[in-house]
């Protein structure tokens, strides 16, 4: 829970507002508090409010996958990304890897396995030697595969967040820090259409604790394993060459090599092919067919936001803001000492992985759900009283604007999509999630370099710490009163 600064203001405030940010009295000089203005739109996206509206949106999922569900099996938003998983599995199961660079044997194959005509084939798009972790998952039958897929997966956040909340000495329990991830909209996306992205977040999780335990060998190793993933890879390798963590890379890609390895003596020609495909992810997100209205990669912004003017300009856009991004992180740790425990390392960390996740040239909505983890970061390592998010109003703010932005960009791309098409007679979409991350990562890091804590030790929050949550979660005052 968050406190406010005092009971008296949190009765004085008005129904339905964020209670006010105040910094800390000068008890040296007696100096009173100044209260801060509120967030402008805080009738509109207060605490509780923010609680419910990724509820309403969980619902309207659930029942669209419902009602297709009972119209014609299992499809649609339930399931449908894992869809594409359970096929690579499949062909991996019965000799077949060459078929998944064959978009009509996949979609033929899908057929089958729903029992209908399906109108969107669900494409393999992930490293080939990947699809090996599904060749278990496709001899099910369908739906029970994605039964035990989902079951899986929230295990996995279950054991990371509860890892994270022992390394950090965070004061939410397990539960309760799932239950703020679930209000954030990437997280009902993901869980309902069956995407990995638990295990991305597992694996970041356990990277972050190797490398604050100074085992940067086992990190490496862990770190590695992105390679079935890589535009995830990209912000925290250049994090960590920046910070001269070469032992950390050697083992990643020692881990990487085996998993192509893997891949060469397996699937060699749907490797090959895979590769030399690489270029073509760029046609495939410019294809009016794709939901490009969920894309927030890096790259993407640009082509969102010019490619409907010109392509070179989107193009030029897009690898401005990737190579913009990457240079933010590599700043981060130019000149820095490597002490990892300390408070300034571990508000570093987090502005990495945050804009680590954006500066992937392709990602998709779902994938956002990996923020929690620089968020929980933060919140565990800035608690305050002050009744300010993390204490410091540029996170504060900007984690607000990201959690609002991520609640409404899907409905607010196909909007800019519909009006520009009619105005313009091509798409333009403005993702603000993009530059919306870029700005938190700044304000972490601005944090941790004011503190000039490099050579704090860390230390666990005192036993009658106040509980801090993240945004959404219900505001508790001091004595026990609350405000939403």
């Known amino acids: 829970m968050m406190p406010s600064s005092s009971t008296e203001a949190a009765q004085n405030m008005p129904s339905g507002a964020l209670p006010e940010a105040q910094p800390e009295a000068d008890t040296q000089h007696g ?73 009509d044997k996949q979609h033929a194959f899908q057929e089958m396995v729903l029992h209908f005509p399906v109108k969107n084939t669900a494409v393999w798009v992930s490293p080939p030697f990947f699809a090996w972790l599904f060749a278990p ?88 394993l992105l390679v079935c993933k890589p535009p995830l890879a990209i912000g925290l390798a250049v994090g960590l060459l920046a910070a001269r963590r070469f032992r950390t890379l050697t083992f990643a890609g020692v881990s990487a090599a085996a998993l192509v390895g893997v891949g060469l003596l397996t699937t060699p020609s749907a490797l090959l092919h895979y590769v030399h495909a690489g270029p073509k992810l760029v046609s495939l ?75 992937s040239p392709h990602l998709f909505f779902y994938d956002l759900m990996l923020l929690m983890l620089p968020l929980f970061i933060v919140s565990a390592r800035l608690p305050t009283r002050s009744g300010l998010l993390f204490g410091d109003r540029g996170l504060a703010e900007t984690t607000f604007w990201i959690w609002a932005a991520a609640l409404a960009s899907p409905l607010v791309s196909a909007i800019e999509m519909v009006l520009s098409r009619e105005a313009f007679g091509f798409a333009i979409v403005l ?15 601005r944090r941790a370099q ?21 945004m959404p979660a219900r505001f508790e005052m001091a004595d026990g009163a609350k405000t939403c």
């Open 285 to 359: 997100v410019r294809n009016p067919a794709y939901p490009i209205s969920g894309l927030v990669g890096s790259f993407e912004f640009g082509t969102l936001l010019l490619d409907g003017i010109s392509h070179r300009l989107g193009t030029a856009l897009g690898v401005a803001m990737l190579v913009g991004l990457l240079g933010m992180i590599a700043s981060f740790w130019a000149r820095t000492t490597w002490r990892p425990g300390t408070l300034s390392w571990d508000l570093k960390m987090a502005a990495t992985l945050a804009v680590g996740v954006t500066a």
């Open 137 to 224: 998952l496709a001899m099910l039958p369908f739906p029970v595969a994605y039964a035990v897929f989902t079951a899986a997966s929230l295990a996995l956040c279950i054991g990371a967040f509860s890892a994270l909340r022992k390394t950090l000495s965070i004061q939410q329990s397990t539960k309760r820090m799932l239950w703020t991830a679930a209000q954030f909209c990437p997280t009902i996306h993901w869980f309902v259409i069956g995407q990995t992205t638990a295990m991305w977040l597992s694996l970041l999780v356990w990277v972050f604790i190797l490398l604050r335990q100074g085992r940067d060998a086992k990190a490496g190793l862990l770190f590695g």
């Open 431 to 445: 993702q603000l999630l993009v530059p919306l991350v870029g700005v938190w990562g700044y304000y972490a890091n």
């Open 31 to 103: 100096d009173q508090p100044k209260p801060l203005p509120r967030f402008a739109i805080a009738k509109l996206m207060n605490a509780e409010r923010m609680r419910v509206y990724p509820a309403l949106m969980f619902i309207a999922l659930a029942f669209m996958s419902i009602r297709d569900a009972l119209k014609t099996g299992i499809h649609g938003e339930l399931g449908g990304d894992f869809l594409s998983f359970y096929t690579g599995g499949a062909f991996m199961l019965h000799g077949n890897a060459a078929a998944l660079a064959l978009v």
């Open 450 to 470: 004011a503190l000039n804590a490099d050579h704090e030790p860390w230390r666990s929050a005192a036993p009658d710490a106040p509980e801090v949550s993240l």
